[in-house]
């Protein structure tokens, strides 16, 4: 059974800083990732997909790695603003084509 | 396009009563999913339709909770009867088909006192 972890839970850093948050899958066997944030009371939103066969993706200042064969992605986000709070989440997509939820990463970007 | 159209937004009930959650997908896509989000369990599959067929429904909790599809622009989600741990926040998704890129919608926060 796929299980999708995210570390860290919760991160607090000051306005500017590079960050990186991680998601990390059991089963290598993936047809996609996709990442979200999720504002308090919001639904999710779209950041960026990242297809099997690619090892990276970028959209302005956000850009997702894949390693399939480590089980692994990041989220890496440039020069962080107060409006990058949220939740991230991510899913992969696997041999079942459901999307299998981590458990997120609650960030914080202080100013 | 609205995106993925959820209603009602808010639902409070009492227990027993019968529930239906909506979704309207965007228009154009072929598979629809519905999530139930919680702060415990976090997101969990509850079932998941391609062109209007349910393929998988292993994560609807019991025989209370059904979802019919009935064309491509619409699904619903019933429960019946109710129970205070059904409270959570309902969220319909769909994409294009397979292995592309999903969207949600704001969910439906559902109460049962």
């Known amino acids: 059974k796929q299980e999708v972890t995210q570390i860290p839970a919760a991160l607090s850093v000051p306005e500017g800083e590079n960050l990186v948050l991680n998601c990390s899958f059991t089963d290598s066997a993936i047809y996609n990732l996709q990442w979200f944030r999720q504002d308090p009371g919001k639904g999710l939103t779209s950041l960026l997909l990242i297809q099997s066969s690619q090892r990276e993706q970028t959209s302005g200042r956000l850009n997702a790695s894949l390693d399939k064969s480590s089980g692994r992605s990041t989220l890496y986000i440039a020069a962080s603003q107060p409006g990058d709070s949220a939740t991230y989440l991510c899913?992969?997509?696997?041999?079942?084509?459901?999307?299998?939820f981590g458990t997120g990463t609650r960030l914080q970007v202080f100013p | 396009d609205a995106g993925v159209i959820q209603s009602p937004r808010h639902e409070v009930t009492e227990m027993g009563q019968e529930v239906t959650l909506r979704c309207k997908p965007i228009?154009?896509?072929?598979?629809l999913f519905w999530y139930r989000q919680t702060m415990m369990r976090g997101l969990e599959l509850l079932i998941y339709?391609?062109?209007?067929?349910?393929?998988?429904d292993s994560g609807m909790p019991e025989d209370r909770f059904s979802a019919k599809m009935p064309n491509a622009s619409f699904s619903t989600l019933k429960i019946q009867p109710s129970e205070p741990r059904d409270s959570a926040v309902y969220f319909c998704?769909?994409?294009?088909?397979?292995?592309?890129?999903?969207?949600f919608g704001q969910g439906t926060r559902l109460t049962v006192v």
């Open positions: 339709f391609n062109n209007n067929v349910p393929i998988d």
């Open positions: 899913a992969v997509i696997d041999n079942t084509d459901k999307l299998i």
């Open positions: 228009s154009g896509h072929n598979s």
């Open positions: 998704a769909s994409r294009p088909t397979v292995n592309t890129e999903a969207f």
